[in-house]
């Protein structure tokens, strides 16, 4: 294989792709985060300490040699060649990586609940065409596949036996007895702020009970 053939290759893999758009995505970001902190926080936070802008906070170490002290501004400490610690700089810098953090987190945290949610779609409903979840989770290694694949391509079971599924995969346990304390309450549905899937603890459990009975 070429050289060109194998750069192709590697350039086109699934996770690099991703990785890609991963790291685009969170360079736009971080500069959203820094302009939200130096044009629309800090300014009104230097006002109310008696400063117009919070990156003008700084320590003088050295005086400069073009200009004596002292310096209105950064800017006019770095033109005259003083030497300063610039705190007000490192706590916007600090400011802008919590936001970042904090927004991270908030993706992570819906993306976590969504991809839980993947693990009982085997059992959703019928829906109309086009209208069903686009993946679903394997119960028995939780690798995520298509919602329409029938056999788990990365342990191999068999995804379409769904009464073994809830006996035999801890995931089907789990839901069982799920099924089980919402049947107890009244509830009707088990995922009742996800339309995608619908899961009616009825269903579940005579789903189970049958593969038993058999």
């Keep these: 294989m070429g050289f060109i053939q194998e750069f192709k290759k590697f350039a086109m893999r699934g996770n690099l792709m991703d990785m890609a758009v991963g790291f685009t995505v969170g360079a736009a970001f971080s500069t959203i985060a ?4 130096d044009n629309v926080i800090m300014p009104p936070v230097g ?5 117009a802008d919070f990156s003008d906070f700084f320590i003088l170490l050295k005086a400069g040699a073009k200009v004596a002290p002292p310096y209105a ?6 033109a005259a060649g003083a030497v300063t610690l610039n705190y007000g700089l490192f706590v916007n810098s600090i400011l802008a990586f919590l936001l970042v953090a904090l927004a991270m987190f908030v993706i992570i945290r819906v993306f976590n609940k969504l991809d839980k949610s993947l ?5 959703a409903e019928p829906v109309e065409e086009g209208k069903e979840p686009e993946n679903k989770k394997c119960p028995f290694c939780i690798s995520t596949v298509p919602f329409k694949a029938v056999r788990c391509a990365f342990c191999t079971s068999d995804l379409s036996d769904e009464q073994k599924i809830l006996n035999e995969s801890k995931v089907g346990q789990e839901l069982v007895a799920r099924a089980q304390a ?3 309450e009244g509830k009707t549905d088990l995922h009742p702020r996800d339309k995608d899937i619908t899961l009616a603890p009825e269903v579940v459990l005579a789903k189970a009970d049958a593969r038993k009975s058999a």
């Design 34 to 37: 820094k302009s939200l902190v």
């Design 47 to 51: 006002l109310a300490i008696g400063k």
């Design 73 to 78: 501004t950064l800017e006019k400490a770095q």
């Design 119 to 123: 693990e009982h779609s085997f059992l």
């Design 182 to 184: 919402a049947q107890a």
